[in-house]
């Protein structure tokens, strides 16, 4: 059996090689807290043994972010961050790659006043603008990977003894990112493959829209001209390869902005802003929200999308069947990386622009003009059940189950 030291030295290989895919010569920008130090550690070396130029690590603490957030005042979290975000635009710009180590809490920032959490994302959101466009449209490499905390722990596994809940949750991300097969590279290859496989019979296709039918469900999602399906492998702007999520199970586009209407519910926890929303529905009319309920956390639900006009209205549609590694796993982690790979979802905010023919190459105006939404954020929640039916209706209204029981119809 691999012990746990061979196991962590794979998962930072596969974060350098297949995540952010280093290229001799580049900068890599890592992103990631104080308690993942020996990762960030092995990512380094790593990093550099691929011919890196320099790896930059930005560190973050929770009990700082948490101090911040009770005991800053109030306009602090107005105020853009424009050192940071100069920072980088300025890496995306000249060619960097971006891998974000994240080890959340879901209950970070539980009780701090929603409205300082809202201030927080939207300036910094506006002051990232340009570094989101880079990242949105391909033109930088980035992924985002994870490692357990022990509050996160503790959240997804309560019912394990206390002292044996972070080696579950290790195990359980070594799964989802397949370190427990024989060539983890190799077994990588074979999935995007697969996925690749699924988007190209959907760019095939060429749907108008998109009618989702599920308990508290019914909603309709039409799609722009134009638009493509794309998968979990990306291509950079030098023709690189990289891998944004670690895990994904998604095949995704992005909707027509003004063509979402009905009402869709919520099937997973979604954590957002170190507080969870849970047994939430969202009513669209013309692609815009007119009405939000949740059973939990519906200031932090109604203070998402409010963050800007472009918070009202969906950016990403994705699919994943309900028979995949990490729904069949039964485990919710809290965490839209992973509860996002084991559901159908959906994104409110900025369209991704390679989900539209000749998006990379448009500008923000263009995508707009072509139906393409933007916003200061994007939020995935997760809407997949087994009891979920989509069907694709093509443009002379024909219609064909694009997913049946919550599984690939095709």
């Known amino acids: 059996m691999i012990d746990f030291a061979a196991k962590l030295s794979k998962y930072a290989d596969l974060a350098v090689e297949i995540g952010v895919n280093v290229q001799p010569g580049q900068t890599l920008v890592v992103n990631a807290p104080i308690s993942g130090a020996e990762f960030v550690r092995l990512i380094t070396a790593k990093a550099y043994a691929k011919g890196a130029s320099l790896v930059k690590v930005n560190w973050s603490d929770e009990f700082v972010t948490r101090q911040q957030f009770e005991h800053a ?61 880079l990242q949105m449209s391909d033109k930088v490499s980035w992924s985002i990977v994870a490692i357990p905390s022990q509050p996160w722990a503790d959240k997804v596994f309560p019912d394990v003894p206390a002292e044996e809940r972070v080696d579950k949750l290790w195990e359980a991300i070594f799964h989802t990112v397949r370190l427990d097969r024989e060539d983890p590279v190799a077994a990588w290859q074979e999935h995007l493959d697969t996925l690749e496989q699924k988007a190209n019979v959907l760019n095939a296709k060429k749907y108008k829209s998109l009618h989702y039918i599920a308990p508290g469900t019914d909603l309709t999602i039409e799609l722009p001209e134009g638009h493509l399906w794309a ?29 979402v209407n009905g009402t869709v519910r919520a099937t997973k926890p979604l954590s957002y802003g170190g507080n ?3 047994g939430f529905s969202i009513t669209f009319e013309n692609g815009r929200i007119i009405s939000v309920s949740a059973e939990q956390g519906q200031d932090s639900l109604e203070y998402l999308i409010g963050l800007d006009e472009g918070a009202k209205y969906l950016g990403e549609v994705a699919l994943v069947p309900h028979k995949s590694p990490i729904s069949e796993s039964n485990i919710l982690y809290f965490n839209t990386l992973f509860d996002e790979n084991a559901s159908n979802h959906l994104a409110i905010g900025t369209a991704y622009a390679f989900c539209l023919e000749g998006g990379k190459e448009m500008t923000q105006d263009e995508l707009t003009a072509h139906g393409l939404n933007t916003s200061v954020t ?10 979920m039916d ?7 209204g024909s219609q064909e189950p694009v997913f049946l029981k919550g599984n690939w119809a095709f």
Do not use: C
């Open 73 to 133: 005042a109030p306009e602090v979290f107005t105020k853009a961050p424009t050192w940071y975000a100069g920072e980088m635009t300025e890496f995306a710009e000249n060619g960097a790659a971006i891998l974000n180590v994240i080890a959340e809490n879901p209950d970070a920032l539980t009780g701090i006043d929603p409205e300082r959490i809202a201030n927080f994302q939207k300036t910094r959101g506006a002051a990232l603008q340009r570094y989101r466009e």
């Open 231 to 259: 998968q979990g492998d990306s291509i950079n702007a030098k023709g690189h390869s990289f891998v944004a999520n670690m895990p994904t199970e998604e095949v995704f586009t992005a909707p027509l902005k003004t063509g």
């Open 276 to 278: 969870i929303i849970d």
């Open 378 to 387: 994007h939020v995935d929640f997760m809407i997949g059940s087994p009891e």
């Open 390 to 396: 989509i069907y694709g209706i093509s443009a002379d």
